[in-house]
C-alpha cells in the first residue's frame, strides 16, 4: 500500500490505519478469489473508522452517480469522459455501491482530485452529507428489487430532501422521468438533460400529488398540482446528442442500446460541469466498449456469446431491445439470490411476446419461475443446466448468441467464460 | 359451457397499485380460462376512469402507503367496485388491495384510513417488516390445497365475524395472528403480493369457478411446468 502514502499523511491515525488494513483484506480476498476485493476492504476500514467516508472525500471533487438501472456504466462514461482532466480518478468500477464500496475506491486512489461514485439509491442522503459532492446525477426510478430494497416514492421523498439540503451540489437529472424530476427539483442547481424513459410503469401518477398524469411522448403534466416536465439543456435524440447550445452530434458509441446513449447523454453534460468539452469527452466515450463484463463478446466453442446484464423490469425492457436479431438464439437466466432479491415476482412485470418465435433457451436457479412466464406470454423455450448447453444448443443455428441474465445468474456465467472483462 | 359474452377480467388502477409483477394475476385467469375455451377479456381501467359495473372478476394489486390512500378515496367515491361486488362479482386482491378491501387500514402516518367495506377487516401497522416466503394451508372448503407465494409488508390483520381466514400459515406472517388473507362471499384477499395466483393454480380456478360455474378440465400438459414451479418452490421452502 505505499502508494497510498501520500494522501494518508493528512488522515487522522485511526483513519490511516483503517485504510491500511482494509486494503490488505482487500488484496487477501482478490487472492483468495472471492472476488473482486472491494467491498471486503471497505467493510473493515469502516468498522474502525466510521466517519472515514467523509475524510476521504474532503478536498475532492466527487460525482456521485444514483439511480435504478445504468449506475455502473454511466459511472465508467463519466469517468472516461472526464480523462481529458489528466490525472487519477477515483472510482468504484466493479460496482460496490454501498459506503464500504466508496470507501474502498477512495482508499485505492489515495491522489485522486476527482471521484466518480456509483451509489446505490438508498444510500443517497448518508454519502451526500458524507462527501458533499459537487454533482449528484440521478438517472431514473423504478421498482427493483423490492424485498430488500425501499419503495420507490419513499426513495424519491429521501432524495428530495437531502439534495434540498445540499449546497453548491449541481444535480444533473433526467427530466423524462416524473419521479426523478420531482426528486431533483429540490436542489438549488440543476442541468435537466432529456434522456428518455423506457419503461413507464412506475411513473403514471404524479408523485407530488398522485393524480394520473398526462403524457404526450416524451412530454408529462399534472392537471392537478401543475407539476410539469422541466425545460431542457440537453437531449438525447436518435443517435444525436444536443447540447445547450442546440448543436447535435452524432454520438457513434460502441456501447449498444438507447439506456446507453441516454447514460452517454448524462456523461456529457456532466462532462461540461468540470469544463470538458462535448467534443473531447464524446472521443473518450466511443472508447469504452464493455463495461465490468457487460456487452462483452466472448467465443465460446465457435459461438460468439454476448453477456447483457438486466437486474429488473425497466432493465429487461431495455435490454430486450438491444439483443440481436434471429436466428442468434436467446438464453434468458434468473437467480433469486440475496443480490438479486429473493421474489422473482418481477418477471411478470416484463413484456416478453416480442420473443415469440424465437430460439429461446432458459437458465439459472429460478428457471422454472422465468419458464412459466414464458408459457403465459407464448413464448416456446427450453430449458438448459448451464452456459454450454445453452452453447451447444445454438450451435449449428447461428453463429451468436445473446445472453440476458441477473445479477448473480450474469456472475455465474461470466466466470464460467473466464470471468470476461 | 357456452358463454356468449366474454368473461370480464377488470383489472383496478394498474397506474397505482401494480408494484410488483401484479399483472401476473390477469394473465393467468386470462390463460386458464382460455385454454379451457372460455373467450376472456382483460379491462385495464386507470385511476382517472370510473370502474365497469360489469365486471365479472375484479383485480386488485399491491401499492406504495400513499397510492393505496389515494386509491381507496377514488374507489370509494367513484362506487363501480363497490357496486359491482354487491351484485356478487368476484374481487382478488394481494398485499394493499387486501387491506383495501376492509373497514379500514394504517395509512401513510399510521393513522387508521376508512377502507372499502367490502371485507370484515381491519389492518394496522406492524412492527416489523414481513419479507419472505409463505406457505399456508387453505380452508379446507375452498378445496385449493397448500397456498405458496411471497409476502412483503408490513400490515398486521384482525377478522371480524362475517370474514373467514383464506388459510392457517406454517411458514410467513400473513396476518400476524397464525392466520392467512381473508374471504368473504365472493371477495377474497391475501398477504401474498404480486403474482399470488401463479404458484396457485388452484385458487385461480376457484376464481374462474365463482365467476363462470364448473369448469372444464384444463387441456393435458398445459399444466406441467406452473406444477412444476409450484412443487419445487414448497420443496425449496420445506428443507
Known amino acids: ?421 | 359451457m357456452s358463454r356468449t359474452k366474454p368473461l370480464r377480467l377488470t383489472w383496478v388502477y394498474p397506474d397505482l397499485l401494480s408494484t410488483y409483477g401484479d399483472r401476473g394475476n390477469a394473465l393467468v385467469l386470462e390463460r386458464r380460462a382460455r385454454l379451457r375455451g372460455l373467450p376472456v377479456e382483460i379491462i385495464e381501467v386507470n385511476s382517472d376512469q370510473p370502474v365497469p359495473r360489469d365486471g365479472d372478476i375484479y383485480l386488485m394489486g399491491g401499492g406504495e402507503d400513499l397510492p393505496q390512500t389515494l386509491a381507496t378515496r377514488r374507489l370509494l367515491a367513484d362506487g363501480g367496485l363497490l357496486e359491482a361486488a354487491g351484485r356478487g362479482a368476484v374481487v382478488f386482491a394481494v398485499c394493499a388491495g387486501y387491506l383495501m378491501l376492509g373497514a379500514e387500514f394504517g395509512g401513510a402516518d399510521g393513522a387508521p384510513v376508512q377502507g372499502l367495506g367490502l371485507l370484515d377487516i381491519r389492518s394496522g401497522r406492524g412492527a416489523e417488516r414481513a419479507v419472505g416466503e409463505v406457505v399456508a394451508d387453505v380452508d379446507p372448503r375452498l378445496n385449493v390445497g397448500q397456498l405458496t407465494g411471497f409476502e412483503n409488508h408490513q400490515g398486521v390483520t384482525r377478522l371480524g365475524p362475517n370474514a373467514r381466514p383464506l388459510a392457517r400459515t406454517t411458514l410467513g406472517t400473513g396476518n400476524g395472528d397464525g392466520t392467512e388473507g381473508a374471504y368473504q362471499g365472493r371477495v377474497l384477499g391475501t398477504y401474498l403480493h404480486g403474482p399470488a395466483l401463479v404458484r396457485n393454480p388452484g385458487l385461480a380456478d376457484l376464481l374462474l369457478h365463482w365467476a363462470t360455474g364448473p369448469l372444464p378440465p384444463m387441456p393435458s400438459q398445459s399444466e406441467e411446468l406452473a406444477m412444476r414451479l409450484r412443487a419445487e418452490r414448497l420443496a425449496a421452502v420445506a428443507r
Not at chain 1, 211 to 231: I, M, T, V
Open chain 1, 1 to 421: 500500500m505505499d502508494e497510498n502514502t501520500r494522501h494518508h499523511s493528512k488522515l487522522p491515525m485511526r483513519a490511516r490505519v483503517a485504510t491500511t488494513v482494509g486494503g490488505a483484506a482487500a488484496t487477501v480476498s482478490r487472492l483468495a478469489g472471492k472476488g473482486d476485493g472491494s467491498v471486503i476492504g471497505g467493510v473493515i476500514s469502516l468498522r474502525l473508522a466510521p466517519d472515514l467516508l467523509s475524510l476521504l472525500a474532503a478536498g475532492r471533487q466527487v460525482v456521485l452517480v444514483t439511480g435504478t438501472n445504468g449506475k455502473t456504466t454511466t459511472t465508467k462514461l463519466i469517468t472516461a469522459a472526464l480523462a481529458p482532466l489528466g490525472g487519477e480518478i477515483a472510482s468504484n468500477v466493479y460496482g460496490a455501491n454501498m459506503e464500504a464500496g466508496l470507501t474502498s475506491a477512495l482508499t485505492h486512489a489515495p491522489d485522486a482530485r476527482v471521484a466518480v461514485l456509483e451509489t446505490d439509491e438508498k444510500y443517497i442522503p448518508a454519502v451526500v452529507r458524507a462527501t458533499r459532492p459537487k454533482v449528484v446525477v440521478l438517472l431514473n426510478l423504478s421498482r427493483d428489487q423490492m424485498d430488500r430494497a425501499a419503495e420507490i416514492w419513499l426513495l424519491a421523498r429521501r432524495w428530495r430532501e437531502a439534495l434540498g439540503n445540499a449546497q453548491d451540489c449541481r444535480v444533473v437529472a433526467n427530466a423524462d422521468d416524473p419521479l426523478v424530476a420531482w426528486a431533483a427539483s429540490s436542489a438549488r442547481q440543476v442541468t435537466w438533460v432529456a434522456a428518455g424513459q423506457r419503461w413507464r410503469e412506475d411513473s403514471w401518477c404524479c408523485p407530488n400529488c398522485g393524480a394520473h398524469l398526462q403524457r404526450e411522448g416524451d412530454d408529462w403534466s399534472c392537471r392537478e398540482c401543475g407539476g410539469r416536465r422541466p425545460p431542457v439543456s440537453w437531449m438525447l435524440y436518435e443517435d444525436e446528442v444536443i447540447d445547450p447550445t442546440g448543436r447535435a452530434t452524432k454520438l457513434d458509441l460502441a456501447l449498444p442500446g438507447r439506456a446507453n446513449r441516454s447514460n452517454a447523454v448524462i456523461a456529457l453534460a456532466v462532462a461540461e460541469a468540470f469544463g470538458v468539452h462535448t467534443g473531447q469527452a464524446l472521443r473518450e466515450l466511443r472508447k469504452v466498449t464493455s463495461v465490468a463484463g457487460r456487452y462483452t463478446q466472448v467465443s465460446r466453442r465457435g459461438v460468439d456469446v454476448r453477456l447483457l446484464l438486466a437486474k429488473n423490469p425497466a432493465g429487461w425492457l431495455e435490454a430486450l431491445d438491444v439483443i440481436a436479431p434471429p436466428p442468434a438464439p436467446v438464453l434468458l437466466s434468473v437467480n433469486a439470490q440475496g443480490p438479486d432479491g429473493r421474489d422473482t415476482s418481477w418477471l411478470w412485470d416484463v413484456d416478453f411476446r416480442r420473443l415469440r418465435g424465437r430460439n429461446v433457451l432458459v437458465g439459472g436457479e429460478r428457471r422454472l419461475d422465468l419458464a412459466v412466464r414464458l408459457e403465459a406470454d407464448e413464448v416456446a423455450l427450453k430449458l438448459v443446466n448451464d452456459i454450454d448447453e445453452a452453447v451447444d444448443a445454438a450451435r449449428g443455428v447461428a453463429s451468436n448468441l445473446e445472453v440476458l441474465a441477473n445479477y448473480t445468474a450474469f456472475q455465474q456465467y461470466r466466470v464460467a467464460l473466464g470471468r470476461v472483462q
